[in-house]
């Protein structure tokens, strides 16, 4: 599938040779020499990318940019400038530019940063969004998360480092958000970096940036997230996998205020609020050495936790509501409902994966409903206690054998039931050895009251 490219280049020749490598990659392009008519084109039609060098006639690549952000805040831009002018980048990207080459540069380390940029392959946001998809923010009726929310608020306006503790899929990014928005810094940058996602050995190169050289496959000099968004927020998301070597060097950085980029021997200065989050156990974490002490009280200043959705029963409804109503209008359905058995089985429902699972339940309920949602929609069950397996399992092994137990205790309670506690008779029924029955009794605690009375009116027990 072939993708669209605005090129923008003044230089004639520079121009052509760009379209044509490009083309020769499968891109559709348009190729123009001014920011004016690059305008004209975006207004026509929509582009997988935008190109741009920095040095235009009359309006500049950066001028293009923010033109290019009012009317589509998501298409990915990559901007072009000469060696030497790496403050200019910065400023774009700050700006709203998602990446910058420096010319001159090879065709292939064009093409792959067009491959990166357009198929979002970093997993670090560069984009610079202040607003998450779709401009959502979080919202709640319980009352005890609008008292967390109020601390949120409260510690937004003291500019200290904050941690989010909570569960996977509970809304955390959202709420280092409403901490940047009600902060002094909310006209800034917020950047969000998966710690957990981005692989060990990038990370560093991420955070600090890195020159020309300074390893294989460095072509380019690259800005760091420190760097780039010095004057704003950075938001570090499952901040407990972070390699501990990591860890030293991130908190040297925020202590010290400054940092050199992988490579480089230029201080830089930076001032970043810094938002951490995760959703480890804190303390087994210091104790087994994966998250350090110093580095966890340097984040900690002040702890919020966030509650998982089936502590807060009266915001699943709004929620599934809302995103009913956002999936039927982006589909084509503007009068989509919930059936009564439906809206019964979400509030029962306890979401083991928080507000995220909810989000994607409702959006394939959206998608095979026609206008009522029915429970067959949601793709959900009452069957399994889900809070208890997320509360003794992450793995989905461990999930498994979890649901394994709870399925045997199931059968042998019945088979007790029916047998009257005899031990002997229930072995038979349900097609195993006495002695491993005796086992599962033993390990499940399962009836021992039948069993005994059981016993003593039978007068001998069997042995294998």
């Given at each position: ?36 008519a690059?305008?004209?084109e975006?207004?026509?039609?929509k ?27 998501e ?19 700050r ?46 009726h319980d ?9 949120a ?11 989010l503790?909570?569960?996977?899929g ?31 050995e ?12 300074a ?18 927020t ?5 901040v407990?996998?972070?390699?501990p070597?990591?860890q ?6 925020l202590?010290?205020?400054?940092i ?5 021997n ?39 936790e ?9 915001d699943v409804?709004?929620?599934?509501t809302y ?5 039927a209008?982006?589909?084509?359905k503007?009068?989509?409902k919930?059936s009564?058995?439906?809206t ?82 229930a072995a ?25 009375a ?11």
């Open positions: 599938m072939s993708r669209s490219l605005l090129i923008v280049e003044d230089a004639d020749t520079l121009r052509d040779v760009l379209a044509s490598v490009l083309e020769s990659e499968g891109y559709e392009t348009v190729a123009v020499a001014s920011a004016e690059a305008m004209e975006f207004k026509k039609q582009f997988d990318c935008v190109l741009s060098d920095f040095r235009l006639p009359e309006k500049n690549g950066v001028e293009l940019l923010q033109f290019v952000r009012e009317i589509d805040r298409v990915p831009y990559l901007i072009m400038t000469a060696f030497g002018t790496i403050d200019i980048a910065v400023e774009a990207m700006l709203g530019a998602n990446d910058f080459i420096t010319k001159p540069f090879e065709p292939e380390d064009l093409k792959e940063k067009l491959e990166q940029v357009i198929s979002h392959r970093q997993i670090l946001n560069r984009s610079l969004g202040k607003e998450t998809r779709r401009g959502r923010k979080f919202s709640t009352e005890t998360t609008k008292r967390m929310l109020e601390q608020k409260k510690a937004a306006r003291v500019d200290t480092t904050v941690f503790l909570g569960e996977s509970t809304g955390k990014e959202l709420i280092a958000r409403y901490v940047h928005d009600n902060s002094m810094r909310h006209d800034k940058p917020f950047v969000a970096v998966n710690c957990a996602a981005m692989p060990a990038l990370l560093e190169s991420e955070f600090f940036g890195h020159e020309a050289g390893f294989t496959g460095a072509t380019q000099t690259r800005v760091g997230v420190l760097e780039l968004a010095s004057d704003g950075i938001f570090l998301d499952e407990g996998d972070m390699p070597q990591l030293v060097k991130l908190l040297r950085a202590q010290e205020r400054e050199k980029r992988v490579g480089g230029k201080t830089i200065k930076i001032n970043p609020r810094i938002v951490a989050a995760t959703n480890i156990d804190i303390e087994e974490a210091m104790e087994s050495g994966k998250l350090r002490e110093d580095f966890y009280y340097r984040l900690a200043v002040i702890t919020l966030v509650p998982p959705l089936r502590e807060r029963p009266d409804l709004p929620l599934a995103f009913m109503e956002y999936f209008s982006h589909s084509g503007e009068s989509m919930l009564k058995e439906a019964n089985l979400l509030t029962r429902y306890p979401w083991p994966g928080n507000v995220r699972e909810l989000e994607n339940v409702m959006e394939r309920a959206t998608l095979l409903a026609e206008e009522i949602i029915s429970p067959e929609h949601l793709g959900i069950s009452l069957q399994l206690d889900y809070g208890a397996l997320h509360d003794a399992a992450c793995t989905l092994p461990e999930i498994a054998a979890q649901a394994t137990r709870k399925a045997e205790m199931e059968v042998i309670g019945k088979a007790l039931k029916q047998t009257r506690g005899n031990k002997s008779q038979k029924i349900l097609g195993v050895s006495y002695k491993t029955l005796l086992n599962k009794i033993r390990d499940y605690g399962l009836g021992a009251e039948e069993s005994e059981s016993d003593q009116l039978s007068g001998f027990e069997s042995t294998l």
